[in-house]
């Protein structure tokens, strides 16, 4: 019982030291907002139209999908790299992962997410 004690301890501590650390900058911070601070902008470029513009799906979905191809990539070196002393079991497992992962691309793509115009 005293490993999660210790446990509730580190975290009462952990997230104590965030919230004072969020109230001390809040006090110590200047707030002095006027409308050419409150504004929006990007690489020193004044804004055209409104910030709130909304995007297609499509631009997001597709960002999804390179995550998820680049998280296969992350797990699929260390299995080759030590795929001589996994076995069997192993290439069992990463056969049915790719399979999964496929199996997300072609319905990916029979929906139209792919194409990017």
């Known amino acids: 019982m005293s490993e999660y ?3 509730l301890v580190f975290l009462g501590v ?4 965030v919230l004072f650390t969020f109230f001390l900058a809040r006090l110590i911070r200047p707030a002095h907002p006027y409308k050419a601070k409150n504004q929006s902008y990007e690489s020193a470029e004044k804004p055209i139209g409104d910030a709130w ?3 297609n799906n499509r631009f997001y979905i597709f960002a999804l999908m390179f995550v998820v191809f680049d998280v296969e990539a992350v797990f699929l070196f260390p299995w080759a790299v030590a795929f ?3 076995g069997l079991y192993a290439l069992i497992e990463m056969v049915i992962f790719i399979a999964v992962l496929l199996f997300g691309l072609l319905y990916a793509w029979k929906k139209g997410v792919l194409k990017w115009v």
């Open 5 to 7: 004690l210790a446990v």
């Open 14 to 17: 952990g997230i104590g030291m």
């Open 84 to 86: 001589g002393q996994l």
């Open 53 to 55: 513009v909304q995007f």
